[in-house]
């Protein structure tokens, strides 16, 4: 990637493998005990083509049981890979690296195929100007994590939760009486923060744009109407100040026709929800001298 997004919070990070080491370890791994806790040395091997996200999460999870753990990466966050690359080493005590090895192997695993579906999505629309946004729909106790990685694999962030922009939705409209109601309602409550409405045709969009938001979701429009949306948009009085998103249901093949009709954003729950796990093994020992590197 050309520019990577800022560092994960370490607070985060932290608060996550402190989870997820609890729930794997718990009162201790009984089989690592078996073996003999000597110098030993690991290497993270990569099985298949894709995008490299969640090194801080993998690190965290080694380093929590042996601090001295010397972690060396041949790879950078949003690097993409070739199956068969060999994308760290390490150098620790036995016991610390296989205890460490599963519940560093799942946030790796995870956070890279969120990047590298992320990335499929982005490159289908480049350059058409509209950009790839996620949502809501992550892995619950992983939503900074996911979010993360879809920055990683060149995506933008919707809201993060329910508390840092205002989504009007249809059941938030019906409950306030009224689509011009409910954005009254939204910029008296919330002057600060972004709105968006959600909209479900031609109608409710003419009152959205008539009554002003920051962004509008079309969701579920046809092609026709999802063009004569952005004519509306982009036509006077508003003239493109309001942008619009679209949403529901799109496939991959169906993003190139949709950012061709001009919307300015896609919004893809596929991202963080229909994720499969990229193959990953982290193995002792030393890796072969002619392994793959970065694509």
Request: with cysteine; charged share 25%; glycine share 8%.
């Amino acid at each position: 990637m050309s520019s990577m997004p800022a560092a994960p919070d370490p607070a985060d990070v932290a608060q996550d493998v402190s989870r997820a080491l609890q729930e794997d370890l718990g009162t201790g791994d009984v089989t690592a005990a078996l073996l003999p806790d000597t110098p030993d040395t690991a290497y993270l091997l990569c099985k298949e083509e894709a995008v490299v996200a969640g090194r801080p999460w993998f690190d965290a999870c080694h380093r929590s049981l042996d601090p001295e753990v010397d972690i060396q990466w041949a790879v950078g966050e949003g690097d993409r890979v070739a199956a068969g690359t060999v994308m760290a080493t390490l150098r620790g005590r036995t016991r610390a690296l296989v205890s460490a090895e599963r519940a560093s192997l799942n946030f790796l695993q995870t956070l890279m195929a969120t990047a590298t579906e992320t990335a499929r999505h982005v490159a289908a629309v480049r350059g058409t100007g509209t950009r790839i946004l996620d949502t809501r729909k992550t892995i619950p106790g992983l939503r900074q994590a996911q979010k993360y990685a879809v920055r990683v694999g060149g995506g933008h962030n919707h809201r993060m939760g329910l508390y840092d922009q205002v989504m009007l939705k249809e059941n938030h409209i019906r409950a306030a009486g009224s689509l011009p109601a409910a954005i009254h309602a939204a910029r008296r409550l919330h002057p600060g923060l972004p709105l968006i409405v959600e909209v479900e045709d031609l109608a409710e969009l003419a009152q959205a744009l008539a009554t002003g938001c920051d962004r509008v979701l079309i969701d579920d429009f046809t092609a026709p109407l999802r063009r004569e949306a952005v004519r509306m948009a982009r036509s006077a009085p508003y003239s493109g100040a309001i942008p619009l998103e679209a949403s529901g249901g799109l496939t991959l093949e169906d993003l190139r026709a949709v950012a061709a009709d001009g919307v300015d954003f896609i919004s893809i729950g596929g991202l963080t929800k229909h994720v499969r796990a990229i193959d990953l093994s982290l193995k002792l020992g030393r890796p072969a001298m002619d392994a793959p590197a970065a694509l």
